[in-house]
């Protein structure tokens, strides 16, 4: 059974600083791996999607690699700022049911002025 | 870009009341829409998935007798959530899936529906 876990669970963080947020899976069988926002109370914003093929996809300040044979995933924000304040989450799908996202446990991020 | 809407986004009802939640795909068609469910700080579970006009594929665990699922048409879903009680309290999340899209995990989220059961 996957299981995804994210690391750390909680962050707060000064502006400007450039950040690391972990994911890690049990199953590297995946097709892909997606990370998200979510604001409080809000639904979810799909920031990079990296397929299982590839190691990393950038949009922005926000760099997501992967390394599928170790089962970990990092999300990379630089020069970080208030508005990035959220909850941000990884999710895997895996090779044999590619209609099931399963999430991780989240990191909720602060950053403050 | 795909947008999907839910209502209501609040809802606070007695005990023992059923609660309708509904899931729009407002500017495409979707062939499979997922309802999730998430607790206070902790992530999303999948409680189902639909397809229209079939019936919905539950996760191990989720009472499909408790929560039904409708998919009628290609752009609404809805769950209902018959006799709540205080522990079917959450925030309940659906996803659509654009059927003209053929990459693999592309869903669109809705903004959520707070339920709260007195």
């Known amino acids: 059974k996957q299981e995804v876990t994210q690391i750390p669970a909680a962050l707060s963080v000064p502006e400007g600083e450039n950040l690391v947020l972990n994911c890690s899976f049990t199953d590297s069988a995946i097709y892909n791996l997606q990370w998200f926002r979510q604001d409080p109370g809000k639904g979810l914003t799909s920031l990079l999607l990296i397929q299982s093929s590839q190691r990393e996809q950038t949009s922005g300040r926000l760099n997501a690699s992967l390394d599928k044979s170790s089962g970990r995933s990092t999300l990379y924000i630089a020069a970080s700022q208030p508005g990035d304040s959220a909850t941000y989450l990884c999710a895997v799908i895996g090779l044999y049911n590619t209609d099931k996202l399963i999430f991780g446990t989240g990191t909720r991020l602060q950053v403050f002025p | 870009g795909a947008v999907v809407s839910q209502h209501p986004s609040r809802v606070i009802c007695k005990s023992g009341t059923s609660v309708k939640i509904e899931c729009r795909s407002l500017d495409f068609q979707a062939t499979t829409m997922f309802w999730y469910r998430q607790f206070p700080k902790q992530s999303l579970m999948l409680m189902a998935t639909?397809?229209?006009?079939?019936?919905?594929?539950?996760e191990q665990g989720v009472e499909k007798d408790k929560f039904l699922i409708n998919h009628a048409s290609l752009t609404l879903s809805t769950l209902t959530v018959t006799s709540a009680h205080p522990e079917d309290s959450s925030f309940y999340i659906c996803?659509?899936?654009?059927?003209?899209?053929?990459?693999?995990?592309?869903?669109?989220f809705g903004p959520g529906t707070r339920l709260t059961v007195l």
């Open positions: 996803s659509a899936r654009d059927g003209r899209q053929p990459s693999v995990g592309t869903q669109y």
């Open positions: 639909s397809n229209e006009g079939s019936k919905a594929t539950y």
